[in-house]
């Protein structure tokens, strides 16, 4: 800590990043040993947080990241097209194919920025905004992909081809975003041809890192 900073703050937003990180919530006690802090300096942080709704205990005494996070998140989805546009306008154009960025919500994959090329007849229309289960096109295979191997690209290839996607019936192929911490997401094209060019696997992961750097 530096004299710039707010030990009180610092405090309430490594509880948050806990309670983020763990699926069954933490009790105060278990807060108080990770923070190294008493259970008094827990209880005042938890419950400044909830005033916020940033965060929720349940009935057994456990806290969880509150729905006021949500309320933030989205806020952040521009911030995050703005700094994925040049690497998807690129890759729209260089395959001829729409891209997009596609982030987990919940159980699903949402997309929150779309470029399509602008140099050909047609193209599949994909618009932002767009949901659908993780398990339903390149994009959220992807990512489920790599929750296999945190932290890293798969070795063999590091990218997802789909071909017939049941949500638009158009081939996909997707990368993940590695080695960001708070955000699971993946960059991908979707195109009209039945087969996908042998170029179009590497050039998605190559935009997916120039995503994930513009995201560091």
């Known amino acids: 800590m530096t004299a710039e900073t707010s030990q ?29 802090v008493n259970r008094t300096v827990v209880y005042r942080l938890l419950a400044t947080l909830e005033q916020h709704g940033l965060v929720r205990r349940d009935i057994g005494g456990r806290a ?17 097209r703005e700094a994925a546009l040049p690497a998807l306008r690129s890759l729209a154009e260089d395959l001829g194919a729409t891209a997009h960025l596609t982030l987990v919500d919940g159980t699903e994959a949402l997309a929150v920025a779309v470029v399509e090329p602008s140099w050909t007849d047609f193209h599949v229309a994909y618009r932002t905004g767009l949901r659908h289960p993780l398990d339903e096109s390149a994009a959220g295979k992807a990512i489920l992909e790599a929750r296999k191997f945190p932290g890293q690209r798969r070795p063999e290839q590091g990218f997802v081809i789909t071909r017939a996607e049941e949500q638009s019936g158009a081939s996909g192929a997707a990368a993940a975003l590695v080695g960001l911490s708070g955000i699971e997401g993946s960059v991908g094209v979707v195109m009209l041809n039945g087969l996908v060019p042998e170029r179009v696997g590497p050039r998605v992961v190559e935009a997916a890192t120039e995503v994930a750097d513009a995201l560091r």
């Open 8 to 36: 009180t703050l610092d405090r309430g937003v490594r509880v948050l990043k806990l309670l983020a990180d763990s699926e069954r919530g933490l009790t105060v006690t278990e807060l108080a040993a990770r923070l190294a």
């Open 64 to 80: 969880r990241v509150g729905l006021g996070v949500l309320r933030l998140a989205h806020r952040v989805h521009p911030l995050l």
